[in-house]
């Protein structure tokens, strides 16, 4: 049973940072992608970066330059590094991975088959 577990969400003020955790168990690294999504009140959730089995990542160009996507295999944890964070990037953040899936699908949420239950990010002005 794969089961991902996201942390380290929290209340912070415009140009502050947060790391995010996503502990992952019954899932293995070395295939697919790993990614963070991300879904504020009344919109869709949107895809924010993503991580695949080589280390290649992507990013929304609204995040680009300001998150960092990495992974750790030995502990199975997935992380997004967030700086110069502002208030658009107020959110729920969830981990999703897919061990079938390849890069450039990657901003489709239907395409994972495992999700966490998110973490909270609110960014005050």
């Known amino acids: 049973q794969v089961l991902l577990v996201e942390s380290g969400g929290a209340s912070v003020q415009a140009g502050g940072s947060l790391r995010l955790s996503c502990a992952a168990s019954?899932?293995?690294?070395?295939?697919?992608?790993m990614t963070w999504f991300r879904q504020a009140p009344g919109k869709e959730r949107e895809g924010v970066a993503v991580?695949?089995?080589?280390?290649?990542?992507d990013y929304a160009d609204s995040v680009s330059g300001r998150f960092t996507i990495s992974k750790d295999n030995a502990k199975n944890t997935l992380y997004l590094e967030m700086n110069r964070l502002n208030p658009e990037d107020t959110a729920m953040y969830y981990c999703a991975a897919d061990p079938g899936l390849w890069l450039p699908g990657w901003r489709n949420k239907r395409a994972y088959s495992y999700w966490g239950r998110g973490t909270q990010v609110t960014v005050s002005s």
């Open positions: 019954g899932y293995t690294f070395s295939r697919g992608c």
């Open positions: 991580i695949d089995s080589d280390g290649t990542t």
